[in-house]
């Protein structure tokens, strides 16, 4: 017998039976749980020391190339560059090396400048001080020493006077003494000699016999000058004085006088 017919109804239902599942939402949420797991795995990136290096020579390499291309560019502007440019930029670069050679050249010359004005001043000043030194000597306001001799005079008799003094402090200044003392008094230019026989005085000052004079000099000069035929020793020993000279290495005069300011002489520019 034929097989029955199967009702549309149960052939419907079949056809129900047969389509394929849609997924259900324990499904979908496995499906967000796999990229949550791709995203964990990608980040944060973990870079390896190769990886490190390997970026720093690329890193490196890009630069290279950078400065290479921005070279041969100008070497190219330079090359496509009309004669005329070319002479205008030679030009400015003689320029400014000129400026520099001469800015060079003016501060040489000013730190040459500088070392010869403090030279000229450090010598200035030594010579100020010598000179000073040196007045000073002459005025009898600073002690000196030096060679030179010591002329000694005995006056038993009482018969040598103020003349006879100063002539020997003449004949000394003729023969080239730089500073003289008797008896503890500075002779300077303006020094005097008054009073008779046993009562002498220098510039005012009192001394007695013996007369002792410390004379800086030269002494070749200094002696020979006191013993001349009818010079200073002769003419005291006429006298029944006796006059010693002695040479000597370094003779000492200390006395000294005080500085005094001219009433009306002032220095002068010229």
Request: proline share 6%; glycine share 10%; aromatic share 2%.
């Amino acid at each position: 017998m034929p097989a029955p017919a199967v009702p549309p109804a149960e052939s419907a239902a079949s056809g129900e039976s047969t389509a394929p599942a849609e997924p259900s939402a324990e499904s979908g949420g496995d499906e967000v749980t796999g990229r949550q797991r791709l995203f964990a795995g990608l980040w944060p990136p973990r870079v390896t020391r190769a990886q490190l290096v390997v970026a720093l020579l690329l890193f490196g390499l890009g630069l290279g190339l950078a400065i290479q291309v921005r070279s041969t560019g100008d070497d190219q502007a330079l090359r496509g560059a009309r004669q005329e440019d070319l002479v205008r930029i030679l030009d400015e670069l003689d320029d400014r090396t000129q400026r520099l050679e001469d800015e060079k050249s003016r501060l040489e010359d000013q730190r040459t400048e500088l070392e010869n004005s403090s030279d000229q001043a450090e010598e200035a000043r030594r010579q100020t001080v010598e000179k000073e030194r040196q007045l000073g000597i002459l005025a009898g306001t600073v002690a000196a020493q030096g060679p030179g001799i010591t002329l000694t005079v005995q006056d038993g008799g009482g018969a040598v006077d103020a003349d006879m003094l100063l002539d020997a402090i003449q004949e000394l200044r003729a023969a080239g003494a730089e500073a003289i003392q008797v008896n503890g008094v500075r002779t300077v230019a303006n020094s005097y000699f008054s009073g008779d026989a046993g009562e002498i005085e220098v510039d005012g000052h009192e001394i007695k016999a013996p007369y002792v004079f410390k004379v800086i000099g030269k002494p070749e000069d200094l002696e020979p000058a006191l013993n001349i035929p009818g010079g200073v020793v002769q003419t005291l020993e006429k006298e029944q004085a006796t006059a010693v000279v002695t040479r000597s290495e370094k003779i000492v005069v200390d006395a000294l006088r005080p500085v005094q300011r001219p009433d009306y002489a002032r220095s002068s520019p010229q």
